[in-house]
């Protein structure tokens, strides 16, 4: 894309060579370009290190909340035939409590630490999407609310944190407090997608000059690996909910037997997504793991390739297991053969990771510092939970096991040993970034002791109680069956480990005022996030330097022999005054273009409250005020995305003298495009799981599909070539576009609009003969074509502003990016649409 000819020194290139900015003037510059928002404006900003901070301080509220319920449950458990609540309280409580362990703290808090830590490792200024992350935090907020606001109705949910049909359908469960349950989780998972797309779309195209993947700090590869596990993980409880809630709502039959659904689909849904997700939790902590170990041994990590090719497999064989939650549930013998073998095959990279840490240890001798000690605390624990999890493997063992409080303890071995214990050594390291300030260290001694003895001795013992029998759920049991003490030192346990966290708060409250300030690089780590005094300024970077070392503040001394402000690299000038950052090649990491960022703005928050009216109000069921939502949601993402584009500027960015880099490329390797590949992954993701819904159903009860397939049959011709004819438009505008031919284009837009919408009409027109309420596969095949739909309505409404803009002047000769994004979409979309039709016509055939 562009060439160089010199390659001279970055400390050589004098001011006048880029901007001719004095020094002083430059910083001032950047101050107030970078600064933060004040007072009620502080709502409006974007910047990673805020909205990473908002995740973690809700997310850690949300673990006091939870682990306040864990203590009513212990409490209530201390003693045989207690009555301090009664058994549906008793429900409410350790269902709420899952659900905001899993839901609102696990995943939330791993993307605080992913958003606020990301551009700081990789040498960038902020997130390449700092609004995504901040709609997705609000998401996350108004989701979290909604749940916890079902107790102010006397609704909290109380089916567990699984929703278990037809536990969970409105004849098992009438009210609310299942919708509180579906609703308000589906909303806050958005925050979910949105963090994946933003993690994938940052570490690929936004690293530092010369940072290749090889080169990448290892934290990188496990929220890399994360990212797409998310992507692709989530989807499937996204679309569970959804049926589910339309059940409930509309009476559609997904789950139920009698009109061709099944109760089974609900837990091939929930758990596609629920195994996966022990790994999504377990691997960024594993990723803490690895980055802070090295800096106390004062090694690099041994093993660093295998590590990254552990975290690989892990990441593909994750979602080879789900059903072996599903052992007693009258799956075929050959289903449990294979998915105890790849139960079983899970444990090998798991393995892989802790050798390497264990062999990293071996490399010196660690110094036992707080976060030290919290990651021995995490290898001692989870080795256990792992021994646990091969145990459940085995198929005979499972049905012993199954349902009983040894699968409770493995559970907790597994998610607070293999999460939480890191996540606190993770807050006592970075606790400099956060505050400038560090925590104490004889407190923490105390902290980790309290906790790590509390926990060993709270869950252990459900070991034991398990194999005597005790069945999990449960509210009371009666006296003299062997379950009395063990329960009782469980309780104990559990109050010692909630002293520990409650002595953490306190010393974190008291850290602001009688902290010690943090000096530069405090634990004499290796990776650039240590680069700065904490705390880091707004800009993150005043130059962003060059990489040519896995461990660049351990092997590169011209970024530790000077102040932060005066290492030299990329972009050390702002002459548009604009928020700045490199964009990088995916994989070799050399820089490709200048990526333009977003200001502090208003319409993240007012595009995730309009979503959050929208589920709101179908909650409460007042649907007008669902429409008026989504309105105001349209309205947000429409002012979000109608801006100047800045594709077709090139400016020096830096870096050598005469390379000039263009401003937000048109390339397939640019962080726009990678994105939206992540996006419609995502999207695939959860049409494919509407697809394995309808095959399951078609299986199960084949004789329903019998029914629905005749009036199909005429569209699915139409449907196929409206499909392709949307395919094709998209390129067709993109080609238009990037030849500067902007009339073509605009022509383009235009009958793109007119043939998304005359498809959905198509399909819409196949459909209205089937009856959704008459069998579970109509109500499936309805699913299918209004997902279809509303990927059409999307492209319809995207070319219609293309459109407008181009008629508008808005859009310059070379500004293809918005062309290149909707011909990414319209592929997408046009395959989605034909592999529906393609699959009633096969259904119709058959």
């Known amino acids: 894309m562009t060439s160089t000819t010199t390659d001279i020194p970055l400390d050589q290139i004098d001011a006048a060579d880029y901007g001719g900015t004095r020094k002083g003037e430059q910083h001032k510059s950047f101050e107030q370009i970078w600064d933060t928002p004040q007072g009620w404006r502080y709502w409006s900003s974007v910047s990673h290190r805020v909205v990473g901070k908002r995740f973690l301080v809700t997310g850690f509220c949300f673990f006091l909340i939870a682990g306040f319920l864990a203590l009513l449950v212990r409490t209530q458990l201390i003693v045989p035939e207690n009555t301090f609540l009664d058994a549906e309280t008793y429900n409410q409580v ?25 551009p700081l490792m990789i040498g960038a200024r902020d997130l390449v999407f700092p609004r995504l992350g901040a709609f997705g935090y609000y998401c996350y907020l108004f989701g979290g609310i909604m749940v916890l606001s079902s107790f102010l109705f006397d609704a909290a949910p109380e089916g567990g944190w699984f929703m278990y049909v037809p536990l969970s359908t409105s004849e098992f469960t009438p009210g609310l407090s299942a919708d509180f349950w579906l609703i308000g989780i589906t909303l806050a998972e958005i925050a979910s997608v949105t963090a994946a797309v933003e993690i994938i779309a940052a570490i690929l195209c936004s690293r530092a000059p010369g940072m290749s993947l090889t080169k990448m700090p290892i934290f990188m590869w496990y929220l890399l690996v994360t990212a797409f596990m998310i992507a692709v993980g989530f989807p499937p409880l996204i679309i569970g909910s959804i049926l589910l809630e339309s059940e409930r709502l509309l009476g559609l039959p997904f789950f139920d037997p009698s009109l061709g659904g099944d109760p089974l689909l609900w837990q091939h849904l929930f758990w596609l997504f629920g195994h996966p ?64 073998a790849a139960s079983t095959m899970v444990a090998v990279p798991t393995g892989v990771q802790i050798f390497c840490f264990i062999a990293t240890l071996a490399q010196g001798k660690p110094r036992l510092t707080v976060p030290m000690l919290f990651v021995l605390g995490f290898l001692f624990i989870f080795v256990l939970g792992g021994l646990t999890g091969v145990m459940l493997a085995s198929v ?99 109050y010692i480990l909630a002293a520990g966290v409650a002595l953490f708060v306190w010393d974190f409250v008291r850290h602001f005022r009688q902290g010690p300030r943090a000096p530069r690089n405090p634990w004499g780590a290796s990776t650039l996030e240590w680069l700065y005094e904490p705390v880091a300024p707004g800009y993150n970077f005043r130059a962003i330097p060059e990489i040519r070392s896995r461990e ?91 801006e100047p584009s800045d594709s077709g500027v090139t400016r020096d960015a830096g870096i050598r003298v005469g390379l000039r880099l263009p401003v937000n490329a048109v390339d397939r390797r640019g962080h726009l495009h990678v994105s939206l590949v992540g996006t419609m992954l995502i999207s695939y993701a959860l049409f494919a799981s509407l697809l394995f819904g309808a095959l399951f159903l078609w299986n199960v009860q084949p004789e329903f599909a019998d029914r629905v397939a005749e009036p199909l049959m005429p569209w699915t011709l139409g449907a196929i070539v409206g499909g392709a004819a949307v395919a094709l438009l998209g390129w067709l505008g993109l080609r238009n576009a990037s030849r500067g031919a902007l009339r073509t284009a605009a022509l383009v837009d235009g009958v793109l609009v007119l043939i998304a919408l005359e498809t959905c009409a198509v399909l819409v027109a196949g459909l209205w003969p089937v009856d959704p309420w008459a069998s579970a596969f109509g109500a499936t095949g309805w699913a299918l074509g209004v997902f279809v739909v509303a990927h059409l309505a999307v492209i319809a409404w995207w070319a219609a502003i293309n459109l407008l803009r181009k008629l508008l002047g808005a859009v310059k000769p070379g500004q293809a990016l918005p062309d290149l994004l909707l011909m990414t979409m319209c592929k997408a979309t046009g395959a989605m649409t034909a592999i529906t039709a393609a699959g009633f016509l096969l259904v119709a055939a058959s």
């Not at 350790?94 to 990301?118: D, K, N, Q, R, S």
Request: aromatic share 16%; charged share 10%; with cysteine.
């Open 94 to 118: 350790f269902t709420m409590h899952g659900t905001i362990m899993m839901f609102l703290f696990a995943i939330p808090m791993l993307e605080g630490f992913g958003v606020y830590l990301i």
């Open 552 to 642: 660049p503040l351990w092997d590169q001394p011209e970024l530790t022999d000077r102040p932060g402000h005066d290492v030299v690299g990329a972009l050390r000038a702002c002459p548009d005054h604009r928020r700045e950052t490199i964009g990088s090649d995916p994989v070799s990491g050399e820089p490709i273009q200048i990526l333009r960022l977003p200001h502090p703005t208003w319409t993240p928050l007012i595009s995730a409250f309009g979503v959050a009216l929208g589920f709101g109000a179908t909650l409460a069921s007042l649907y007008w005020l669902t429409a008026v939502g989504f309105a105001i949601a349209l309205a947000g993402i429409t002012a979000w995305v109608w």
């Open 277 to 340: 997700e022990v790994y999504i939790i377990f691997l960024p902590a594993a990723g803490m793991v690895a980055t802070m170990l090295p800096t106390f041994v004062g090694k690099p990590l041994f093993g660093y390739g295998f590590a990254v090719a552990a975290v690989v497999s892990m990441g593909f064989l994750s979602f080879g297991l789900w059903a072996h939650h599903m052992f007693a549930t009258g799956l075929p013998i050959m289903s449990l053969s294979l998915f105890s």
């Open 396 to 494: 005979p063992f499972n049905w012993q096991a199954h349902d009983s409080y040894f699968v409770v303890a493995h559970l907790h071995y597994v998610l607070i040993g293999g999460f939480v214990f890191p996540m606190f050594g993770a807050l006592y390291y970075w606790m400099p970034h956060l505050t400038g300030r560090m925590l104490s260290e004889r407190i923490g001694k105390w902290v980790f002791w309290l906790m790590f003895a509390g926990f060993n001795l709270a869950f252990f013992m459900m070991h034991l109680t398990g194999l005597r029998g005790m069945p999990r759920r449960i509210a009371t049991y009666p006296e003299g069956i062997g379950w009395d003490r063990l329960n009782m030192l469980s309780s104990i346990g559990a």
